[in-house]
């Protein structure tokens, strides 16, 4: 039933920029808070930021001031604008409903950060 989409990975620079993109379905997506994670080779799944129904904001201390996550009810879509991109930011990212047990992941986009 829920399904999720990441897009708008790809190889960038130190100091550079990219925007991820999740599409979802299979949920009421505007009233669930929403999250990106992202997991690098040989690490756990961790957490990078939430948005609230109300469009309330947490970021991970590893990146916060440098991403921005948002959200696009009409389009059942989320975003995360990452700036000032470092390589320990290379990973995997996925997004996924937060604040509830997630049973499926979608396939994620991949970020790589390097010179």
């Known amino acids: 039933q829920v399904q999720l989409v990441e897009s708008g990975g790809g190889l960038v620079q130190p100091g550079g920029s990219l925007r991820l993109s999740c599409a979802a379905s299979g949920f009421i997506f505007s009233g669930q808070a929403m999250a990106w994670y992202r997991q690098a080779p040989g690490k756990q799944r961790e957490w990078v930021s939430v948005i609230t129904s109300g469009g309330s904001t947490n970021y991970a201390d590893s990146v916060k001031g440098r991403f921005t996550i948002s959200r696009d009810n009409a389009k059942n879509t989320l975003y995360l604008q990452m700036n000032s991109l470092k390589p320990e930011d290379t990973a995997v990212y996925y997004c996924?409903?937060?604040?509830?047990?997630?049973?499926?992941w979608g396939q994620g986009t991949q970020v790589t950060v390097s010179s």
């Open positions: 996924n409903r937060a604040y509830t047990d997630n049973a499926y």
